[in-house]
């Protein structure tokens, strides 16, 4: 008998799989947030904005932003170094979908979604 193998084929890409995959790094939306609510930040008042966050986690957060074109990075060759971080158009084209699915949040918050369980994470 011949050995056949199963031919095996990728799914084509999804860009709204993409677009969540980006989303859904820890932090990811509270640091778009911040920068969204309050316009563009230095580095330390974004840490102090983000409670909880390591700067290395913040710093990785950042670049990987940064590289999906999601923010801007703006260095200031001073002593210390002055760094700064906002949304570019990419990052404000988020901020509208980031507000809408709060209000879905709230609501569901308000129907009590996730005190019971209903809405789970996996």
Do not use: H
């Not at 509270?30 to 008042?45: A, C, E, M, N, T």
């Not at 570019?88 to 509208?96: A, F, I």
Request: proline share 7%.
């Amino acid at each position: 008998m011949e050995n056949l193998k199963m031919k095996q084929t990728t799914p084509p890409a999804c860009p709204m799989d993409s677009i969540l995959r980006l989303l859904m790094g820890p932090w990811t939306t509270y640091i778009l947030w911040v920068l969204s609510d309050g316009g563009p930040q230095r580095f330390g008042v974004l840490k102090r904005a983000v409670p909880g966050i390591s700067t290395r986690v913040l710093t990785e957060r950042l670049r990987m932003l940064q590289a999906a074109g999601v923010i801007w990075r703006d260095q200031t060759q001073t002593i210390p170094p002055a760094v700064t971080y906002g949304l570019t158009e990419r990052g404000d084209d988020l901020r509208q979908v980031l507000e809408s699915l709060g209000e879905v949040a709230q609501r569901w918050q308000s129907e009590g979604a996730f005190e019971t369980g209903d809405v789970a994470a996996e």
